[in-house]
């Protein structure tokens, strides 16, 4: 993915300085009430989104994996982009590639990015988000072996990236009331635990501060990151309940509504850097995280295999992906 851990003080310290961008979040209020859970619906719920396929899921991240690495700037990253924006057209979307060259950490190292954008409902005003980051890590620093390897990223992120292909596959379906775009982010994993924040998610900050569209708005976000891993714990982090607590806690309602509380979790958790962050701050798009969290002894981390070569198909739930994409689906279709 893209943090160690190191930077949790400075994600909390980031946050409460961005406090006062919180006006322009669309009315939405973070709620401090934590409905409980439900593990089985408790009647019959009004379900407008066809059913999500997690079998069709797991098979694209297989296809991710079938390319090899999808580092950024490699030929496996640009034929991987090739077979994304095809697959989306075939779904019916309107796609564009958001092409760039940016800087890594180093300020030294040039990286040609894509952002892909696959809309639908197009002339829409009113629109939504989805997105996920499609570049695979560069290094397996979270590994004790080959550590300055590339890792597989079936889960990180590979898993964000096949929740939003078959969404796409059921948008063709059934078409969703409101505008929705599908964004991938490119250069989310470029980052280093030594470097600041900003060395990881090159490719949102650059849509932050060059929208694809101009003038262009969205009504909330929704960021989907090792949303695949098995054991998945979807926890409310900080930073997605200061920006948007309105959206987080429908999404979370949403799943525990269609019986996925295992998963969609009210406990909260701190804040931390993710592509969400620059949707918020440099987009102006209200955003939510929905990040795999694990509680352990020294605070809050990730899932096992994270940044690890480990992250592999075999780290994939079938049961993970059906819970994060029915929920998110529905959260689609639900929007008028």
Known sequence: MFLSYIYFMYK?????????????SCGEESQNTQPPQNTQPVEAPVRLAPAFNADSAYTFIEKQLSFGFRVTGTKSHKTCADWLVKKFKSYGAEVMVQSATVSTYDRKTQLPIQNIIASYNP??????????????RPWADEDSVRKTEPIPAANDAGSGVAVLLEMARLFQQKNPTVGVDLILWDAEDWGKSDQTAESYCLGSQYWGLHPHKANYQAYYGVNLDMVGGIGAQFLQDEGSLQYAGATMQKLWGIGNELGYGNYFSYEKCPGLVDDHLFMNTLGKVPSIDVIDRRKGEDGYGFFEHWHTHQDNIQSISKETLKAV???VAEMAYREK
């Open 12 to 24: 909390k310290i980031l946050f409460a300085s961005c406090v006062a961008l919180a006006f322009w």
């Open 123 to 136: 002339q829409a005003s009113k629109r939504i988000i989805f997105s996920a980051h499609w570049d695979s």
């Open 325 to 327: 994409g029915q929920s």
